[in-house]
């Protein structure tokens, strides 16, 4: 099956850039949707199609897929983007197709 | 605004059923699918399954199914989640969310249901 690889935790400080990578066999090929989860809440879609935004979701995050790596980028880090990101894609590839979500990346603001 | 609001948290013990609920609002029910998705205690989220709520089509992940069954009510906008002979793996929160195909990413969400299996 699809394997999907975070780093566990990314830190930043506030007004700075935060980049969180999603690694995949060749996931450039691949769809990728990121999630945003704060404690004790549902996840919340942020990107999905790679770089498409909801428009309920601030413009200082955006996407990117290309390669073995998409990355989230959210730039202008404040105190409340504090959170899990996860990253998700539909593996096709098996004889039984399935979501498979990254282990998730808890981002700190410093 | 879209709404998905799940029912309550459940206590069950190893072997019983459990059924989850996820009642719709504010937009038209059969223009988006409903797909299931469960986190166990610390872990990432793990896919369930999807539902057409315009043909009852359904999609279940290998891993269980045969041991669960989600349907839909559209005279009251709700989609069901019935999982059977739990064990303590299955304790987790239990999300439902609006997604347009099989194969899209989910919008909206609902608050989540905690299912606990103990002995």
């Known amino acids: 099956s699809y394997v999907l690889t975070q780093p566990p935790s990314v830190s930043v400080a506030p007004g700075r850039t935060a980049r969180i990578a999603c690694g995949g066999n060749?996931?450039?090929?691949?769809?990728v949707h990121w999630y945003q989860q704060k404690p004790g809440q549902a996840p919340v879609l942020v990107i999905y199609?790679?770089?498409s935004r909801p428009s309920r979701i601030p413009e200082r995050f955006s996407g990117s897929n290309s390669g073995n790596t998409a990355t989230l980028t959210i730039s202008r880090v404040e105190a409340g983007d504090e959170a899990d990101y996860y990253c998700?894609?539909?593996?096709?590839?098996?004889?039984?197709?399935?979501?498979?979500f990254g282990g998730g990346t808890k981002l700190t603001v410093l | 605004q879209v709404q998905l609001v799940q029912s309550g948290a459940e206590v069950k013990k190893p072997g019983a059923s459990v059924k989850v609920s996820c009642k719709t609002s504010?937009?038209?029910?059969?223009?988006?699918?409903i797909t299931w998705v469960r986190q166990a205690p610390g872990q990432g989220p793990e896919w369930m399954g999807w539902?057409?709520?315009?043909?009852?089509?359904?999609n279940y992940t290998q891993k269980i199914q045969g041991r669960v069954t989600m349907t839909t009510d559209t005279s009251t906008s709700t989609a069901y989640m019935e999982l059977r002979s739990l064990t303590s793996d299955d304790t987790a929160i239990y999300y439902c969310?609006?997604?347009?195909?099989?194969?899209?990413?989910?919008?909206?969400w609902g608050q989540g249901t905690l299912v606990s299996v103990s002995s």
């Open positions: 969310a609006t997604a347009a195909t099989v194969t899209s990413p989910f919008d909206y």
């Open positions: 504010g937009y038209t029910f059969t223009n988006s699918a």
């Open positions: 539902i057409s709520t315009s043909n009852d089509d359904t």
């Open positions: 060749n996931i450039g090929s691949e769809s």
């Open positions: 199609y790679d770089s």
């Open positions: 998700q894609v539909w593996d096709s590839s098996s004889d039984h197709p399935n979501w498979v």
